[in-house]
């Protein structure tokens, strides 16, 4: 199965994470891990990290991290920094 279907499945049984949309079928990557780190809890990330793999992660979430508008709440960013920076 594709990841990104994987992810936008994970989205499907949570979809209060993406409130702002009910097109499922259309959401990026980005968007996806995006939703998880700002509104997700431990259990949604860690089936994140089961379907795009940590380093994935880490990469997505620094190209969001250095947008020069980023969407990441503070205090993602810094738990996500100091996550990835020790374990991945």
Known sequence: MNKLKQARDLIRKRPHLVWYT???GNLSEKSIVESVLNY???QDYLSLE???G????????????????ANLRRQTIN???NYFARNV
């Open 22 to 24: 009910r097109n499922f």
């Open 79 to 81: 738990y996500f920094s």
């Open 40 to 42: 997700g809890n431990w």
């Open 54 to 69: 940590a380093k994935r992660l880490k990469t997505i979430f620094e190209e969001l991290k250095s947008q020069k508008r």
């Open 50 to 52: 089961k379907i795009f």
